[in-house]
């Protein structure tokens, strides 16, 4: 592993060459990779500002509306306007660069607000992390002819992956359409080159530029986290009438998330320290118990950037090395490494399937075939938890309160949406982005077309997960049921775990009939009958 700062020819979209005369100024533009560690666009605009002799200012945009129009959390925005004053102090104190941050409603305002900004404050280059996602890809492409007018260099780098879009292929240079060989290949090529952690120089060069503000802006830590809570509770409002929103406490959740995940990258690089030397050697077999919190919850911090993923790998990596020396078929730390490359996947598969972005099913053929129902009264009772099934209504209403949920329970969810209830897939995939802290499109986009099997490499239709099994094998002792559904505490677990015992226990004459909880909405084994056959048809 090297330190140096430059960025990998891979990693480049162009070469970085300086065409203006001094006095130079050169900006940062953070999107969602909000750290100073291993931050390639930060590292090579530091490294070339130095040799230049050029001064360096960043900026990031608050952007209401598109965060609405991408369904964002209000948990992942407080998130990400917590951690704005803490990348503003790291930026300062580390590297000599002041952050301003800036209200900019739609994507236009952005544009048009950028190009100003470089003209008002004499900026000559810009640079940036890729964002894959099709409407940020269309305002890049936009900036890059708007700036170019005025002859300003746009520069972006693959950062969001271990590594990037385009660089796994098959022999016939096409995608892997399968995880498993994708996969092998992945771990191949990281381990026959070396992947480089980008440490970012202190700028020599110090600003001596008073960036010109508008009226939603800030420069200071002070105004940057007082314009982040404003923003925050802008957005609150703004979402106040969503009707998907109306059964959540919305503030109560934000509290919860704010206590489970401290803003800012040091913290997320403490996680990872101490889910490193704690919970990793355990991971292939707690990973699926969810009462356990037995996984890094790194996902929050990965959607926006405040931990790198590269750091992630290299860090696991060592310690395998360390714990199990040439014995790399550790079977824990393995299997974590393969989750990192879940989410590599899903980029990749999104960058060569830019429709995604629209919603399409992957597999064409079933948004053609198949008949998804949109019962708003199946669909309330799934987003309440009240479906009268434990384990989907318990992980439900964790979601509600939490803004999260365990990898396990969410394939339970949504299978139990788009197979048992034969509900559309992008019904719950919005849901989710509206709730968790770590909504991300390409891994809830890939997560949601992998249960519905709509999806590349997904579940195959006539697997489909019975939600009371799944409850025996991953909550054996019931007690993440009844942390979420307190008014089951009395029911023995072996009546949680089956159906039919529940049903008959809750039912006239049973021996909880008073307990105020819904029967399951549907019989399992005929609902997974009449998904097999909507699939066959
Ligand atoms: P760990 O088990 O510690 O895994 C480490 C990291 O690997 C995670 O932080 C995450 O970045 C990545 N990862 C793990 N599992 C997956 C996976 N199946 N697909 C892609 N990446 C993975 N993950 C998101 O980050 N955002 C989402 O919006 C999202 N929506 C999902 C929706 C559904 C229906 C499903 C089935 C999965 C979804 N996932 C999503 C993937 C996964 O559930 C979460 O990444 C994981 O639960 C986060 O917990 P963790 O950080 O403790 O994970």
Not at 197 to 224: C, G, M, P, R, Y
Not at 371 to 396: E, H, I, Q
């Amino acid at each position: 592993m090297s330190n140096t700062a430059s960025a990998t020819a891979k990693n480049t979209d162009h070469n970085v060459k300086s065409t203006h005369a001094s006095p130079l100024h050169y900006l940062m533009w953070f999107r969602r990779d909000l750290r100073v560690h291993d931050n390639t666009a930060l590292a090579a605009l530091c490294e070339r500002a130095n040799t230049d002799n050029a001064q360096v200012s960043a900026v990031f945009f608050l952007t209401p509306e598109q965060w609405q129009a991408h369904n964002m959390s209000l948990a992942q925005v407080d998130h990400i306007t917590r951690t704005l004053p803490l990348l503003a102090q790291n930026l300062q104190t580390q590297l000599h660069i002041k952050l301003l941050v800036q209200v900019s409603p739609s994507f236009s305002d952005c544009i048009e607000t950028l190009s100003d900004f470089c003209t008002t404050n004499n900026i000559t280059c810009i640079m940036a992390n890729h964002e894959y996602e099709g409407n940020e890809i269309a305002r890049d492409e936009q900036l890059t002819k708007q700036l170019a007018k005025n002859d300003i260099e746009f520069i972006r780098f693959h950062d969001q992956c271990i590594l990037p879009p385009h660089s796994i292929t098959t022999n016939d240079d096409s995608m892997y359409q399968v995880f498993t060989p994708f996969y092998k290949k992945w771990r191949h090529t990281l381990e026959v080159s070396t992947i480089q952690i980008h440490k970012a120089a202190t700028i020599k060069k110090h600003s001596n530029v008073d960036l010109t503000l508008s009226q939603d802006s800030a420069n200071t830590i002070k105004e940057i986290e007082i314009l982040g809570k404003k923003t925050t509770n802008n957005y609150q409002k703004m979402l106040q009438d969503s009707e998907s929103l109306q059964h959540i406490d919305i503030e109560a959740q934000m509290t919860q998330a704010r206590e489970a995940y401290p803003a800012g990258e040091t913290d997320a690089c403490q996680r990872l320290e101490d889910f490193i030397a704690e919970d990793i050697d355990n991971y292939d077999v707690s990973r699926d118990v969810p009462s356990l919190q037995a996984t890094s919850q790194l996902s929050a911090y990965l959607t926006i950037g405040s931990i790198s993923p590269r750091l992630c790998y290299l860090q696991a990596y060592k310690a395998q090395e360390k714990l199990h020396g040439n014995d790399s078929d550790n079977d824990d730390i393995n299997r974590w490494i393969s989750e990192l490359a879940w989410r590599d996947f899903y980029r990749h598969v999104l960058v060569e399937k830019p429709e995604l972005i629209r919603h399409q099913a992957y597999k064409n053929e079933t948004d053609k075939n198949i008949s998804w129902s949109y019962n708003t009264d199946d669909f309330a009772a799934w987003c309440r938890g009240k479906t009268g099934v434990p384990l989907v209504d318990s992980a439900m209403r964790n979601l509600n309160a939490t803004g999260f949920m365990h990898n396990r329970l969410r394939m339970v969810t949504a299978m139990f949406l788009t197979k048992d209830l034969l509900i559309d897939w992008r019904l719950g995939e919005r849901y989710f982005m509206q709730q968790l802290i770590d909504g991300d499109f390409a891994s809830n986009n890939g997560g949601w077309q992998w249960s519905a099997s709509t999806g590349t490499d997904s579940a195959p239709y006539f697997r489909i997960m019975n939600p009371f099994s799944q409850a025996s094998t991953h909550d054996a002792n019931g007690e993440f049921i009844k942390t979420w559904l307190p008014e089951l505490k009395d029911i023995p677990t072996s009546i949680l775990h089956s159906e039919e015992k529940l049903r008959k226990a809750l039912s006239k004459g049973g021996k909880f009939v008073n307990i105020d909880y819904p029967l399951p909405m549907v019989e399992h084994k005929t609902a997974r009958q009449l998904a097999i056959a909507e699939f066959k048809k």
